[in-house]
């Protein structure tokens, strides 16, 4: 399995542009979500989703954009990037069940300038 | 809302000594997960400890163990034997069971340096 998975691994973007990260799981499970990461405010939750073709906000969702039409994928859309987006992206995803342990994707390296 | 507080930034510790990581978290909630994650500079996000509030017994893996105190709301970590290979930021998580969706909150974060 290769687990979660992210791309790219660095992208750098101009005010306004937009773009499309990529993550991908193998492991069949329902639940994925963004999170980002911040210097000295840890990771916190962008979107979330619970299956296919469900969405929902999480802490800071403005300015991106999800949908999942597989299991396997969900994408999150930067629609036009502002230097505030500059950030460590990651995706994680768990399986339905009681362990609740999140899998997490390498991250994305997104500069925004 | 629930929170969760790391209220060190920054840790040392010698190599092969002990360490303690503090972690504080709010919530009203009876049941519910708290975890530490590792996070290297490869910047990969490694789960190191899973504690689930309705147990008791506090959480081992290897040289890893916390220090749960559930009426304080207290989840410590603590690093037997450190090695040169523990020195990396460490994350507190919350999440409460059967809500969000087992999205996790997260603290800000304590910096451990290992010194050889």
């Known amino acids: 399995n290769a687990g979660v998975t992210q791309t790219p691994k660095f992208q750098v973007l101009k005010t306004g542009q937009s773009m499309t990260l990529q993550c991908a799981q193998d492991?069949?499970?329902?639940?994925m979500s963004w999170y980002r990461q911040d210097p000295g405010m840890g990771l916190r939750l962008i979107h979330y989703?619970?299956?296919?073709?469900?969405?929902d906000q999480g802490e800071v969702p403005n300015g991106y954009n999800v949908s999942r039409s597989t299991t396997e994928d969900f994408p999150l859309r930067l629609l036009s990037a502002a230097p505030s987006q500059t950030s460590v992206y990651f995706c994680?995803?768990?399986?339905?069940?009681?362990?609740?342990?999140?899998?997490f994707g390498p991250g994305t390296r997104l500069t925004v300038t | 809302a629930q929170t969760v507080t790391q209220s060190q930034p920054e840790m040392s510790v010698q190599e092969a000594e002990t360490v303690t990581l503090s972690c504080t978290y709010d919530?009203?909630?009876?049941?519910?997960?708290l975890f530490w994650y590792k996070q290297p500079p490869s910047r990969q996000m490694i789960l190191v400890i899973r504690?689930?509030?309705?147990?008791?017994q506090n959480a081992t893996e290897n040289r890893f163990s916390v220090n749960f105190q559930k009426a304080a709301k207290s989840f410590s970590l603590k690093i037997s034997d450190s090695q040169l290979g523990d020195a990396a930021m460490y994350f507190c998580?919350?999440?409460?069971?059967?809500?969000?969706?087992?999205?996790?909150?997260f603290g800000k974060g304590t910096k451990l340096s290992v010194k050889p």
């Open positions: 504690q689930e509030a309705y147990k008791q």
């Open positions: 919530t009203s909630e009876s049941d519910y997960y």
């Open positions: 989703s619970v299956g296919a073709g469900i969405t």
């Open positions: 998580a919350y999440t409460r069971y059967g809500g969000s969706q087992g999205n996790l909150i």
């Open positions: 994680a995803s768990r399986t339905r069940g009681r362990s609740y342990e999140q899998y």
């Open positions: 492991m069949n499970h329902e639940y």
